[in-house]
């Protein structure tokens, strides 16, 4: 397994540890701290392996892809460093002497932003799509194009983004990410696993919104410039 399919799987962990952490009321708030803390463990990998694609972001050709690509990282960077610095403010367990008494508006901050790391890494991870989909043709030897596999593929995708709406609709995800309040607690003694299918489609479905939209955009151009 070469590194970058390493960068990729660990990648898609962290997107775990996303939900994970989300899942509060299934964890004691001990397992959500170190899933907090092996979270930030594994964005700060992430970002010494894409070292090199910092010092070259001002060099490359500008188009849809790289300006959306560059948006949701910055708007990643800012909301990982809100939780990052909340997360300290009201640790209980792994660092209570960084943390604040009474902090509960800090407390609504981190979680809101967690909301927000979600939906900003689903869009991120529906820029690099293709490139997701080249390692995992390559992993498992399906280099050649396949009309059969590319249509299953896209019905796959249009189950999970449908799924996706669901979802969104029933994890009140939109009041989440305006800052108000929702009356949706997940009864995890019923299902443990809808918890993380639910959030998993709303990852998949902006995912497929951005990368199928980022599609059209690069069509359009190409007919205007014919």
Not at 22 to 49: I, K, Q
Not at 151 to 158: I, S
Request: glycine content about 4%; overall charge positive; some cysteine.
């Amino acid at each position: 397994m070469n590194v970058f399919r390493i960068r990729l799987l660990l990648d898609f962990l962290a997107v775990v540890l996303i939900i994970a952490c989300l899942a509060y009321w299934w964890l004691d708030n001990l397992s959500h701290e170190l899933f907090g803390t092996a979270l930030f463990a594994l964005v700060l990998v992430h970002n010494v392996y894409n070292r090199r694609w910092y010092v070259g972001v001002m060099k490359r050709k500008v188009d849809a892809a790289r300006i959306v690509n560059l948006v949701t990282i910055i708007c990643l960077a800012i909301v990982m460093t809100l939780m990052l610095v909340t997360s300290l403010l009201v640790s209980r367990d792994l660092f209570p002497f960084t943390a604040l008494s009474g902090a509960f508006a800090v407390r609504e901050i981190h979680m809101f932003a967690g909301y927000w790391v979600v939906l900003i890494i689903a869009i991120h991870l529906g820029t690099r799509w293709e490139v997701v989909m080249n390692t995992v043709r390559t992993t498992f030897g399906m280099e050649q194009p396949n009309a059969l596999r590319a249509w299953v593929a896209r019905f796959f995708a249009l189950l999970i983004a449908a799924w996706g709406v669901k979802s969104f609709s029933d994890m009140a995800f939109g009041s989440k990410l305006m800052l108000t309040y929702a009356l949706d607690m997940w009864d995890f003694n019923e299902s443990t696993l809808g918890f993380f299918i639910n959030y998993i489609s709303i990852i998949g479905l902006f995912s497929a919104v951005t990368h199928y939209t980022l599609g059209i955009v690069r069509r359009l151009k190409r007919q205007a410039f014919r």
